[in-house]
């Protein structure tokens, strides 16, 4: 009792002398500061802040030429020199960001032709892109006809039919072994990955991988201020641009300057005197605001656990700031779930229920059992999902965090997870199955998802749990990585993690996180991971059909075992299908 009242009597202290400040600081910056300081989500890609805007992002929080349009559908526009691309995936750290053209999507036959240019001055090519050219309008020289080749294709538009090839890295149109001429009428030059590149280029080169190469796009590298706005965001503010000069602009908490807070530059602090008034006060409120509760807090009970885990993890998202997804109260959590109505599943972490947001998004709602420890898995799960933004990993709605209150609120996967749709039907596992083409398109999804965490975030992701159980799948069987409960977070040259307080998933684990004898653990773990849980896909069909019994100490690897070497009702041809053959 006596603890509660000094810890309500602290927090009444420093909410008074706060909120002192409070309203002196948002009046000076218009409430630039607090819009632009936290991020939007256009389309299916979140985090995004300066130079972007658009959506609800006001413009004065972004960069000229960065606007985003799209917001509400399938993924957000970027309009370059009056053309239209597709944004595939923005990175803040490198300053790149990946586009593909509009008018070449899943199309090669597009009714305006014209070649891929930018805006210099804020756009450039990303290095180690070659080009692919497209030729239209094709006829020989001599007037014989073409061999069939598979860089040709036809097109029709408008009634129209006209010969077409693709070459790569040339301007001029040729065929491989054909010594006589080609002449184009129109030709158009996109630049490409290198892998897709040297797909094409190979004799096995087809229209749908030029279709997949187009669709996978290219990186741009944007110039935005980007040093000044680096400046300003160390020096406490974010970035943006002047309504009425149109230069860079730092918001800070007391005021706007020209490149960063408290900068000295003239003409550019909006309030200028009642900004360095408040300035002067801070220091002061936070020294007394800081002296009030450690003088409190000495008075209470070292050993009040709960309180010391809730401290830690709410120090852990302050930190995380604008990168941390919206934050829920215990309340609205259960308005969304209806009170918790509709029960998905439960396991040792918790119950994941369906819900709804107000603005009619279905959700699925993972809430934690009452936490005894310090917190650590539900820090990694939000701070780790926090870091990405890829079309493979589960999408972090928001959280609600009070006292010993936890819950994560993720999109809803309609078809489950992967162990519940990858057996056959009648399987104990089972609620239905799978095809081969749709489970190599999941295992080809849940590798990129890994690729990215390993070497596409700004900071690398170890997952630790790579098993079919987190594997969801939307309504498409498009895999989505889910539960970072036990991920780390490295350096991308740090090769060897610590293995202190490391968990993971029996049958799935890699040798080396619980026994050191085999070696330093590193981002390879995840791939032994995925290994695992890819030779159970190809050969979970397999194992049902020979009657291996299933349950909770049984794992794949088990059966594998006793199938082939102890019982020899198993071969390793059996899983071959005659054209592998």
């Not at 001029?172 to 630049?191: A, L």
């Not at 890994?450 to 070497?455: K, R, S, V």
Request: charged content about 15%.
């Amino acid at each position: 009792m006596y603890t509660d009242f000094l810890y309500i009597l602290s927090l009444f202290i420093i909410t008074t002398l706060v909120l002192l400040y409070i309203p002196g600081s948002l009046c000076q910056n218009g409430g630039e500061y607090a819009s632009c300081g936290a991020s939007f989500q256009c389309a299916g890609i979140r985090e995004i802040s300066y130079p972007f805007f658009g959506g609800n992002r006001p413009e004065y929080c972004g960069y000229p030429g960065f606007q985003l349009s799209n917001c509400q559908g399938d993924v957000p526009i970027l309009t370059i020199s009056s053309r239209q691309y597709r944004v595939l995936e923005i990175n803040n750290f490198t300053k790149t960001v990946r586009v593909s053209r509009e008018d070449l999507w899943k199309i090669i036959c597009p009714r305006f032709l014209y070649n891929t240019t930018l805006e210099q001055n804020i756009f450039l090519f990303s290095p180690n892109y070659p080009n692919i050219t497209l030729h239209y309008g094709c006829s020989t020289s001599s007037g014989q006809p073409a061999p069939r080749s598979p860089h040709m294709f036809n097109c029709t538009v408008n009634g129209t039919n006209s010969e077409n090839l693709f070459t790569i890295g040339e301007d001029s149109p040729s065929i491989p072994g054909f010594e006589t001429g080609i002449r184009c009428e129109t030709n158009i030059s996109v630049p490409v990955n290198q892998t897709a590149a040297r797909l094409l280029a190979a004799s096995s080169a087809s229209i749908v991988l030029l279709q997949d190469a187009l669709a996978s796009g290219f990186s741009l590298q944007w110039s935005a201020n980007n040093i000044v706005c680096e400046n300003c965001i160390r020096s406490g503010g974010v970035c943006g641009t002047n309504r009425d000069s149109l230069s860079f602009a730092c918001y800070c908490t007391n005021g706007t300057f020209a490149s960063i807070c408290n900068s000295t530059s003239t003409g550019n602090n909006t309030q200028t005197g009642t900004g360095n008034g408040v300035s002067l006060g801070i220091p002061s409120i936070i020294t007394s605001s800081i002296i009030i509760f450690c003088y409190l807090k000495r008075q209470c009970s070292t050993g009040e656990s709960m309180q010391e885990s809730n401290r830690k993890v709410e120090t852990f998202l302050l930190n995380h700031g604008s990168l941390a997804p919206k934050r829920y109260n215990y309340s609205e959590i259960k308005q969304i779930t209806k009170s918790f109505s509709d029960k998905l599943g439960q396991g040792g972490y918790g119950s994941v229920y369906k819900g709804m947001l107000p603005n009619g998004r279905f959700v699925a709602v993972k809430v934690l059992n009452e936490v005894k420890g310090s917190g650590e898995d539900f820090m990694n799960e939000v701070g780790s999902i926090s870091r990405t933004s890829h079309v493979n990993i589960v999408n972090l709605l928001g959280f609600c965090y009070e006292r010993n209150r936890r819950a994560l609120v993720y999109e809803f996967m309609p078809n489950k997870s992967l162990d519940k749709l990858m057996y056959k039907s009648g399987s104990p596992n089972s609620e239905g199955h799978l095809e081969w083409k749709t489970l190599y398109q999941i295992a080809l999804g849940v590798a990129q998802g890994l690729e990215y965490l390993h070497g596409g975030c700004n900071t690398r992701i170890i997952h630790f749990d790579i098993k079919p159980q987190n594997i969801l799948l939307d309504e498409d069987f498009c895999p989505k990585i889910s539960d970072f409960g036990l991920a780390k977070l490295c350096g991308k040259k740090q090769s060897i993690l610590s293995t202190v307080g490391t968990r993971g998933t029996i049958g799935y684990i890699a040798p080396e996180v619980f026994c050191r004898n085999f070696g330093g653990m590193s981002y390879k773990s995840d791939i032994y991971s995925y290994g695992m849980m890819v030779l159970e896909m190809a050969g979970a069909k397999k194992i049902v059909e020979v009657g291996s019994t299933k349950s909770s100490e049984n794992y794949f690897t088990d059966q594998v075992y006793e199938l082939i070497v102890v019982r020899e009702t198993m071969k390793f041809d059996e899983f071959m299908s005659s054209e592998d053959k």
